[in-house]
């Protein structure tokens, strides 16, 4: 996670070493593999070999696919995004704070002029965010895949 914010969405050099990930244990105290997508290390995701299959065309020009050490039969990568847009934060509008890295926002509001991507995109002012569109959130609906949560919608102006 804290070299994913120090990249700053730039691609990870050479100096990347497959990380080796835990599942943590339910209630139950039983793991459950049973998903295609998890933000626990916001910026950097982790996505099943299927999301990965039936979402190709549009992660592997926008990030990078990284190999990732799990337990499970299932194979998993790490994807992190590096197509940042610059200046789709609206200042004015928006909630946040200015840390040691960066901005932390609280409530983002984006220009809608200065979004050029169709599908997924991270905005240079934001250390940890990665924004998806309503033409991602229909193809990953249409693919059935499990773990998205796309119940925050982000204001526009």
């Not at 139950?28 to 979402?55: C, W």
């Not at 990078?64 to 194979?75: G, M, R, Y």
């Not at 995004?81 to 909630?95: D, I, Y």
């Not at 229909?138 to 059935?144: I, W, Y």
């Amino acid at each position: 996670m804290g070299s994913a914010v120090d990249a700053s969405w730039h691609p990870f050099g050479d100096k990347y070493c497959a990380i080796t990930l835990e599942l943590r244990r339910n209630d139950a105290g039983k793991r459950n593999y049973q998903f295609d997508f998890s933000s626990m290390l916001n910026p950097f995701l982790v996505i099943s070999e299927d999301a990965l299959t039936k979402l190709d065309d549009i992660l592997k020009p926008r990030g990078q696919i990284l190999p990732v050490i799990t337990e499970s039969k299932k194979k998993f990568y790490g994807y992190y995004p590096t197509n940042s847009l610059s200046g789709c934060l609206n200042m004015e509008k928006s909630v946040y704070r200015v840390a040691e890295r960066g901005l932390i926002i609280e409530k983002p509001v984006l220009v809608a002029s200065n979004i050029v991507d169709d599908y997924l995109f991270s905005i240079d002012e934001d250390i940890s965010r990665i924004f998806v569109t309503d033409k991602f959130k229909k193809r990953v609906e249409e693919a059935e895949l499990l773990g998205f949560d796309f119940s925050i919608e982000i204001p526009t102006v």
